[in-house]
């Protein structure tokens, strides 16, 4: 069955960084599309990020473009977010998702703090 499993996350203080991977298996994983989507505290999904099978193509929400990176790794079966210049405001439970951001397909998530 798929398999997505989320890690790197933690505190950061403000303008710090953090990597983000997700270790997928149970699917084609170089036949797939692959995104970050998050959930802050009492607010609903928000698509983050997303990467095409070939690795090329990327889109990223407007709150984080300049500042975070997506990449893949179908090698490895893995998808990366290097996340930069954090902000407070990026604080929530981060999930990595098969397709796009909104798919159901997906991770447990793991959880960015960003102080102040």
């Known amino acids: 069955q798929v398999q997505l499993v989320e890690s790197g996350g933690g505190l950061a203080q403000s303008g710090g960084s953090l990597t983000l991977s997700c270790a997928a298996s149970g699917f084609i994983f170089r036949n797939y599309a692959m995104s970050w989507a998050r959930q802050a505290p009492g607010k609903g999904l928000e698509g983050v990020s997303g990467i095409y099978s070939n690795g090329k193509d990327t889109y990223y929400a407007d709150s984080v473009k300049g500042r975070f990176t997506i990449s893949r790794d179908n090698a490895k079966k893995t998808l990366y977010l290097q996340m930069n210049s954090l902000k407070p405001e990026d604080t929530a439970l981060y999930y990595c998702?098969?397709?796009?951001?909104?798919?159901?397909?997906r991770g447990q998530g793991t959880q960015v703090t960003v102080s102040s």
């Open positions: 998702t098969k397709g796009g951001a909104g798919s159901s397909t």
